[in-house]
């Protein structure tokens, strides 16, 4: 992903795609002191933008240092990074890590950097597979405990769980892997959050010790505002054999139906692809046509 054309924002100026690279001894790659996002701009403009340059420096601040920018010239630099290649619908990575003045668990003379970046990337899951439900298999690891790791940020180290428990379930044929937490209830995919269906209600993992997506929050809100009961709690692992309906929900799924977890299955109905429908009408700014 590093040999192709275009600019990525570094640490307040423009560079060529390339050159865009960061010494070996950079603490982020050694200690996991990095905490990046995910945005989508659609037609020009990042849905919830600000919202997502707010975590990023609460995930900055739970990981202990200090983003040396504010959220309006982040925002602006998102802006000006997709402006500058030239895109107007597309994904956004912005990223902040410790850099390499120091080496060591300790790190507090680092010099904390930025970078965003921004490509193209239609649709996180094969469309034709979207409207048919992904497979997903059970992770191997499971979301860990608040007092165990900073499960509120969107921090690189929290990733690693993820993305062993991803390749696991590709090399077994499957899209993506259902991770349950520490305490055993269901919790979310590697890089998204879910949601289930039961006699026209939603049902979704309390998210005590995960990411609370920005794309879970929106479609929590246009469910109510069709009237549809959403329902935060937690989810045991064996309920999942009385929902009808799944769909995974975030910034690059969007909202996702689910065919399989494990000895699970489910049929996209109405919710699921009415949401997702709904979901990609909000973030193009369109109006909804109710079904
Ligand atoms: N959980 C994880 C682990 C994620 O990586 C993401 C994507 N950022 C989400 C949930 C969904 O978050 P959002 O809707 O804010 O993109």
Known sequence: FDDRDGWIWLD??????????????????HYASSVFEGERMYGGEIFKLTEHTERLFKSAEILDFEIPYTVAEIDEACKATAAKNGLSDCYVRPI?????????????????????AVWDWPS????????????????????????TAPVAA??????????????????????????LDYRGYVAEATGANVFFVKDGVLHTPKPDCFLDGITRRTVIEIAKGQGVEVVERHIEKEELAGFSECFI????????PVAEIGEFTFTPGK?????????AALVRR??????
């Open 286 to 291: 369109e109006e909804v046509v109710p079904a």
């Open 12 to 29: 307040g100026r423009f560079v060529p795609w390339r050159e865009a690279k960061v010494h070996v001894l950079t603490h982020g790659l």
């Open 124 to 147: 996180y899951f094969d469309p034709a597979l979207k409207a048919k439900g992904i497979r997903l298999t059970w992770a191997k690891y499971n979301r860990p405990d608040p007092k």
């Open 96 to 116: 902040a890590w410790r850099g390499s003045e120091m080496i060591g668990v300790s790190a507090q003379q680092t010099r904390i950097h930025v970078a965003i």
């Open 249 to 256: 929900v975030g910034t690059a799924a969007e909202v996702t």
């Open 271 to 279: 919710l699921s692809l009415g949401l997702m429908d709904a979901y």
């Open 154 to 179: 969107k921090a690189a180290g929290l990733y690693m769980i993820c993305t062993i428990s991803k390749h696991a379930a590709e090399k077994d044929g499957y899209t993506d892997a259902m991770m």
